[in-house]
Each structure stands twice: as structure tokens, then as C-alpha cells.
């Protein structure tokens, strides 16, 4: 599963030293066929203490983590949405991303100079997002337009279409992003002409604050977003100090909390599989099932699921094998409706 987000803000906000911090441990990139990679793109290990507790139980020769795809986007400008900067380019690197995480400056420093020539987090959130809210009106309403047109031929579900697209048009109009809109997406016809749209706003939003102080409160209107707190200049100084200096200077760092919540605003988890040839980490939707959690192995494990074996982690690690386990019941076997659980370590019966 190729999972990407796309790092955006302002220009000189820290987005390229954020990117460099997060990408400082390459990944063994083999490992992932699906990855295209691309000088602006980064894949970052989903940090999981419980994948190296299997393997060392499983002396596996090889530990396979879950992975998550930063972009780093350029920069983007008041006007973007109407072609400037780099706007038109901007739009269609953010329109790949699975969710976006906007680098917002926090700190004050006289010496790195703000586009706007003033701090002011709030006003720079408001300004990004109306870019994004402005190209999804242009592309709303192109929508609009053409499922009129359907609706005056009488197609099949246009009247309902209609009122969706017209209803998200509205929001934003008002200056809401489209991911506030509430939608019928059990319905499959709406669920289509929102997934053709695109829209900017419609994915999830993580911000990251470029604070001085990584304790300090933050106002209410930025607290209250879903949020990390980075101190993004000391990230990047860390990536040239060892543990052992880390630690004597009493430097931490918390750039696996944003990868962690990253993979979290996505509705994401894990299960595990654990063996000698490797022990691997699989992403999947929460609430998947488990032939839906197979088809992560292997498509053929979705169609041609029997049954599935399956333990939590610290259970596995408490009977010390997958045979001892077995041997004392700990074992469960659970079928098609089985709902998999983050952290269930799995063997499928295909």
C-alpha cells in the first residue's frame, strides 16, 4: 500500500529541513516495488518497537517496517490557486497525496526573514488553505457545470450528484474546507463524483508547528487543530549527533510523533507476520477484515482465504514461538468476519 504526504506551507517555513530530518534513515527502498522514487520524495520507517521484539524472537534474517511516503512540495504563494509561483504545479504535486501536513512557523527569529515580514501562524494556516479551497472551487464548479448537463438528460443519479456537488460548493464558498461537508458516501454515485473531483480540501490535514519550544502552550485557535509540535531546527541538528551526544546535551528528538500521526490521520494500522526468513510490519485500513488484511500479502490471499491464525504480539513474545503458543491454546482461529486488530501477528490458511 503506497501511502504518501505531501509536506506544504509557505515558503521558508522549514518544510526542506523538516523533509531532511525525517528522511535522515533510508529505507532499503527493494523492499517496496510499489515506490516510484523521486529526488523530492522520502520514505520514512513507521516507527514499531514490536517488529524488533518478533524478530529477535524469530531470529529473523530480516525486518521488513511499514513505510510512509513524505513529498516535499515547493513552497506555496498567495495566488497560487491562479497560477502563481509555482501554482499550477504546487496544486497537481498536492492533488497525488494521500493527506497533507502544513509546516506552519511558529517561532520568532529576527534573522530568518517571513515572507509576509510578520509571525503570524493563524493568518499563514488561512492563507494556504484558501489557496486549496479556491482551486477546489474552480474545480467544483467544472463539475457542476457538466452534471447539469447529465441532470437535463435525465441520467441515472445526476439529481443526487447535483446536490452534493452544489452542497460542497457552498461550504466552500463560505470558506470551509470540503472535508467538513457531510456527504451520503454509502451512496456509490455520490462516493464517484467526489472521488473524480479530487478535492484538495477533502484529505486530511496534520499540522506542524515550527516552534522554538517544543513545551510551550499554543495559542487556543492552533491548539485545537490536529497537531505536532516540531522544533525543526534542532531535528536537523540531531541528524549529525550520536545517541551517546544526544543524550549528554539532553536532546531529544520528536520526529517519529509526526510519522506515527501521519499514519494515524490516514485510518491506518498494522499486523505482523514473524518468521526466521522475516519479520514484517503490513499496512492496512482500520477495520479491515481478515481476507482484506491478506490481500496486503498477496491479492489471491483475499479471494482464496479459509481461515486465519492469529495472536497479539505480547502474547507471541509470552510463549516465546509460534509452536508454543499453539501448544498452549493461545491460538485463535478466526474466518471471514474476523475484524484484525493492530499489533495481531497472523498466519493465513489459503
Same mark, same amino acid.
Given at each position: ?193 467526489? !472521488? *473524480?473531483?479530487?478535492? %484538495? ?5 496534520? @499540522? =506542524?508547528?515550527?516552534?522554538? /519550544? &517544543? ?110 503458543? !499453539? *501448544?498452549?491454546?493461545? %491460538? ?5 468476519? @474476523? =475484524?484484525?486488530?493492530?499489533? /495481531? &501477528? ?5
Amino acid at each position: 500500500m503506497s501511502l504518501k504526504i505531501g509536506i506544504v506551507g509557505l515558503p521558508n517555513v522549514g518544510k526542506s529541513t523538516l523533509f531532511k530530518a525525517l528522511t535522515r534513515n533510508p529505507v532499503d527502498i527493494n523492499n517496496y516495488p510499489f515506490c516510484t522514487i523521486e529526488p523530492n520524495i522520502g520514505i520514512v520507517q513507521v516507527p514499531d518497537e514490536r517488529l524488533l521484539k518478533l524478530s529477535e524472537m524469530s531470529k529473523s534474517k530480516k525486518i521488513v517496517p511499514a513505510v510512509v511516503e513524505f513529498v516535499d512540495i515547493a513552497g506555496l504563494v498567495k495566488g497560487a490557486s491562479e497560477g502563481e509561483g509555482l501554482g499550477n504545479k504546487f496544486l497537481a504535486n498536492i492533488r497525488e497525496v494521500d493527506a497533507i501536513a502544513q509546516v506552519v512557523r511558529v517561532f520568532q527569529n529576527p534573522n530568518i526573514i517571513h515572507v509576509h515580514s510578520q509571525i503570524d501562524p493563524q493568518n499563514d494556516i488561512e492563507i494556504i488553505n484558501t489557496e486549496l479551497i479556491l482551486a477546489d472551487l474552480d474545480t467544483v464548479k467544472k463539475t457542476e457545470t457538466r452534471v447539469e448537463k447529465d441532470k437535463k438528460g435525465n441520467k441515472k443519479g445526476a439529481v443526487e450528484q447535483l446536490a452534493a456537488v452544489q452542497k460542497i460548493k457552498a461550504a466552500l464558498e463560505s470558506g470551509e474546507l470540503a472535508s467538513e461537508v457531510e456527504l451520503n458516501l454509502d451512496d456509490d454515485l455520490i462516493k464517484i463524483i467526489v !472521488r *473524480e473531483m479530487q478535492l %484538495l480540501t477533502r484529505k486530511p490535514f496534520l @499540522y =506542524v508547528y515550527n516552534v522554538s /519550544d &517544543v513545551n510551550a502552550a499554543l495559542p487556543p485557535e492552533l491548539e485545537k487543530r490536529n497537531h505536532v509540535k516540531l522544533d525543526i531546527k534542532i531535528e536537523e541538528e540531531l541528524i549529525e549527533m550520536s545517541p551517546e551526544e544526544q543524550k549528554e546535551m539532553g536532546l531529544q528528538s520528536n520526529i517519529n510523533e509526526l510519522v506515527l500521526k501521519a499514519y494515524d490521520i490516514l485510518g491506518l494500522m498494522t499486523f505482523l507476520t514473524t518468521g526466521e526468513d522475516e519479520s514484517r510490519a503490513w499496512t492496512i485500513k482500520k477495520s479491515s477484515t481478515a481476507p482484506e488484511a491478506g490481500a496486503a500479502i498477496h491479492n489471491d490471499f483475499k479471494e482464496r482465504f479459509i481461515k486465519a491464525d492469529v495472536i497479539q504480539w505480547q502474547k507471541l513474545l509470552e510463549a516465546g514461538a509460534w509452536g508454543k503458543a !499453539r *501448544e498452549l491454546g493461545w %491460538l485463535r482461529t478466526e474466518g471471514k468476519e @474476523y =475484524v484484525v486488530q493492530d499489533g /495481531d &501477528v497472523i498466519e493465513f490458511k489459503v
